[in-house]
T-cell receptor, first 115, second 114 residues
């Protein structure tokens, strides 16, 4: 199984809502990532988890809150978002300690629209 | 600062034609370079990986080259198909001693017309 599964595929939320994006992988990878991608731009790194611990936060606003309940799951909790947060949110995983030089396996993404 | 530059930004070709995409990087130390294909609205999928000692690698109609001395890579697509229409992203990973986070290029948007 070489899949990274993300749910939901599409999410529409208001600025006062609380929602969560979920990501799951069963490849035994120990590094998991959240990326944000705007149209016609490359993915931008948000967070990296290594061995279930947050190792990188790329100065992401606190309205985005990541969580790694176990080695297979990664969540992104959303609260009080702004319309400019609308984007494709990609989850990825890789082998080894903090994914050093490793291939990133991406999920299909969650398309988020903030009204 | 680690950087990855891709050219052209966009490319339109006719079905059946060949094309070549370019990637220049300044990532150091270097570990590997990957080309990803990303269909609109979907996650990127890896096409090839090149390490320091490799010059050429093929995956079906995709052939990647790497010149580690000039820090350049290319992705050649042979006999293009409509399904090749996508964004192609060059991603360079650093080796030990540097930041371990891969650096993404801005991508080349390829459109294949019938």
């Amino acid at each position: 199984d070489t899949e990274v599964t993300q749910t939901p595929k599409h999410l529409v939320m208001g600025m006062t809502n609380k929602k969560s994006l979920k990501c799951e992988q069963h490849m035994g990878h120990r590094a998991m990532y959240w990326y944000k991608q705007k149209a016609k731009k490359p993915p931008e790194l948000m967070f990296v988890y290594s061995y279930e611990k947050l190792s990188i936060n790329e100065s992401v606003p606190s309205r985005f809150s990541p969580e790694c309940p176990n080695s297979s799951l990664l969540n992104l909790h959303l609260h009080a978002l702004q319309p400019e947060d609308s984007a494709l949110y990609l989850c990825a995983s890789s082998q080894g300690p903090e994914g050093l030089g490793g291939e990133l396996f991406f999920g299909e993404g969650s398309r988020l629209t903030v009204l | 600062k680690n950087q990855v530059e891709q050219s052209p930004q966009s490319l339109i070709i006719l079905e059946g034609k060949n094309c070549t995409l370019q990637c220049n990087y300044t990532v150091s130390p270097f570990s590997n370079l990957r080309w990803y294909k990303q269909d609109t609205g979907r996650g990127p999928v890896s096409l090839t990986i090149m390490t320091f000692s490799e010059n050429t690698k093929s995956n079906g109609r995709y052939t990647a080259t790497l010149d580690a001395d000039t820090k350049q890579s290319s992705l050649h697509i042979t006999a293009s198909q409509l399904s090749d229409s996508a964004s192609y992203i060059c991603v360079v990973s650093p080796g030990s001693g540097g930041s371990y986070i891969p650096t993404f290029g801005r991508g080349t948007s390829l459109i294949v017309h019938p």
